[in-house]
């Protein structure tokens, strides 16, 4: 949890912590199969794992895995996923979590859900996925449609500023339908009083630029960074920002070398160190902790620059144990 330093800066945010935050987030959920090896494989080799684990993984559903254990959040997922009963395994490990997952489609004629094979390298504290994923994504008439659902299940109270939902979050996947979603959850008249974000991971996905444009907060990844020829994410970040809103938060983690936030208001760059970590235990969902970190830290108003160094930690933590479920 975060420490006595993060303390809430806008008091226009105190209410929320007398009910429950409400966070939808949109993406794909997979069945992660986890090799532990001491060294990354030659190809065409052969060797032993270590240990090996199974476990539900896919980017929103991480990050709502991390803010499900902080007091007060109630997390929602929403996904198109296999068939229900080849879904069990992971519908089980939302609802462990305490993340509602009734806003799913289920595909009944897919009969495998996503999935994920990751090599973590101990010698290099790498992490090489491979993954497969045939299920049709959802279009953005079924996303209206279970919103819409979803919003009405939610008994509004009468306090003025309530929403359905405060935070909104999209895996940054699938453009030219997500970007409907974005449009559709604009035309809510509560909209101003929530945030919508975007995960942008993959460099090669088209148009992008048509979801960084109508979020609010935009998590860009050293992945694509790299991937449009930064090496340093400040740059990055100062290049992207005209391209969004201007009332926009920028992030972009870059690994060990920590993070960097552009805010647009104040057009001011802000950059925290990661942890300093001497054993990397498992860095896969390093960066949906640090977006859980961010949406933790602005649900409950704090600034940008502390919002950022409380994500490098927390995201820094989650390095030092397997999973998401331990103490942080
Ligand atoms: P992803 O999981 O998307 O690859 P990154 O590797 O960029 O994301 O990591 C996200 C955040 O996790 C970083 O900004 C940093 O704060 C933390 N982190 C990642 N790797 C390390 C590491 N080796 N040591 C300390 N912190 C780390």
């Not at 897919?110 to 390298?121: E, L, M, R, T």
């Not at 101003?192 to 860009?220: C, Q, W, Y």
Request: negative net charge; proline residues 5%.
């Amino acid at each position: 949890t975060p420490s006595d330093s993060y303390q809430p800066e806008d008091t226009s945010y105190v209410h929320h912590q007398q009910r429950a935050l409400k966070i939808l987030a949109i993406g794909t959920a997979y069945e992660d199969t986890i090799l532990y090896v001491e060294k990354f494989p030659p190809e065409d080799g052969k060797q032993r794992a270590q240990k090996v684990e199974k476990r539900r993984g896919g980017n929103a559903g991480n990050t709502l895995t991390i803010l499900s254990q902080f007091p007060n959040f109630q997390s929602y997922f929403m996904a198109s996923m296999a068939s229900e009963e080849a879904s069990n395994f992971l519908i089980n490990d939302f609802e462990k979590h305490g993340i509602q997952t009734s806003a799913c489609i289920f595909r009944q004629n897919a009969f495998h859900s996503p999935v994920a094979y990751i090599i973590q390298a101990e010698e290099t504290s790498s992490r090489t996925i491979i993954n497969y994923n045939s299920i049709e994504e959802l279009t953005s008439a079924e996303f209206g449609e279970k919103f819409d659902e979803l919003c009405d299940g939610e008994t509004m109270s009468s306090l003025i500023g309530d929403v359905p939902f405060h935070w909104i979050h999209f895996e940054g996947r699938n453009v030219e339908e997500t970007a409907k979603m974005m449009d559709y959850v604009d035309t809510k008249p509560w909209r101003s009083r929530t945030v919508v974000s975007v995960e942008l991971e993959k460099p090669h996905r088209h148009g992008l630029e048509h979801l960084m444009r109508r979020a609010d907060v935009i998590f860009f990844s050293k992945v694509f960074a790299e991937g449009k020829g930064y090496d340093h994410p400040g740059d990055f970040l100062t290049v992207m920002a005209p391209a969004c809103k201007s009332t926009a938060y920028l992030f972009c983690t870059w690994g060990d070398a920590g993070a960097s936030c552009f805010h647009n208001p104040t057009q001011r760059l802000f950059t925290a160190p990661a942890l300093p970590i001497t054993r990397v235990v498992d860095t896969v969902g390093a960066g949906d902790t640090f977006i859980a970190g961010v949406i933790y830290g602005l649900s409950l108003g704090v600034a940008p620059e502390s919002v950022l160094r409380f994500a490098c930690e927390l995201a820094g933590h989650k390095c030092l144990q397997i999973g998401f479920d331990e103490e942080m």
